[in-house]
């Protein structure tokens, strides 16, 4: 039978000032946006802070979505499906996620196959050295950092066989990372190819209506010089001599 879990897809950088979407990106993405729109309709004055919308819930949504795919490729082969469920931000201190307590985590549903548990043994008994000082190092209690996972590993062993969702999904984690090194940089880079912030820019419904009146006017006026092209008299001058 196989053996369903909720867990936090580990090394997620989040939202904030992070690869995947930061102050630099967005003021170039928008620059860009802006450059774009006066290079197709010179007419148009664009403000950037007054004119501009950024759907940034889309784009968050599908970069995560991207992301959780990335993932899943990077899985071990006894996992039969991971797919993306949910993005949770800090806590909220009453003015929106406090990034000062960390950062968004991303949580994916996972599917496995029955011998999931087995695997994972073997996998630790296989690379006991490297597994007892990755759990110590990560999850060691220290001034500023208040651990909720055991550090050792009789305590580790424990958490799997009592089907822990955090145990298991870490283990899976530390499993992709010794098979494939940092990999969640190439998960980076794959994920923001994937998804631009340019396509969430776009102009607030004021400009919005300016701008299509606009692109009408335009429209008509090429029109009417591609018909008086077309129709405008000509007359074939004598050369002289003749």
Same mark, same amino acid.
């Given at each position: ?24 990106? =967005? ?35 599908? #970069? ?75 999850? =060691? ?33 530390? #499993? #992709? ?66």
């Amino acid at each position: 039978m196989s053996k369903k879990i909720n867990t936090q897809a580990m090394f997620f950088p989040g939202f904030y000032e992070s690869v995947l979407e930061n102050s630099d990106m =967005t003021y170039e993405d928008i620059q860009s946006f802006i450059d774009d729109l006066r290079d197709n309709h010179p007419k148009l004055e664009v403000d950037e802070d007054e004119d501009i919308e950024v759907d940034y819930k889309g784009y968050e949504k599908d #970069m995560a979505e991207a992301w959780a795919r990335g993932y899943a490729s990077y899985m071990p082969d006894f996992v039969i499906s991971c797919e993306f469920e949910s993005v949770v931000p800090p806590r909220n201190t009453g003015y929106g996620p406090d990034y000062r307590f960390g950062t968004d985590k991303l949580y994916v549903d996972i599917e496995m196959e029955d011998n999931w548990l087995e695997r994972m043994k073997a996998f630790i008994s296989e690379n006991q050295e490297w597994f007892e000082k990755r759990i110590a190092d990560d999850w =060691t209690s220290y001034d500023g950092f208040w651990s909720y996972m055991e550090n050792n590993l009789e305590g580790w062993l424990k958490g799997l066989e009592d089907e822990d969702e955090r145990y298991i999904g870490t283990t899976l984690a530390y #499993m #992709m990372l010794l098979e494939n090194g940092e990999f969640w940089e190439d998960i980076n880079t794959e994920a923001w190819e994937a998804v631009s912030l340019y396509a969430f820019i776009g102009l607030t419904p004021e400009k919005q209506k300016e701008l299509d009146e606009l692109s009408e006017q335009e429209e008509l006026e090429r029109r009417i010089k591609e018909y008086d092209e077309k129709h405008q008299l000509k007359i074939d001058f004598p050369q002289e001599g003749q």
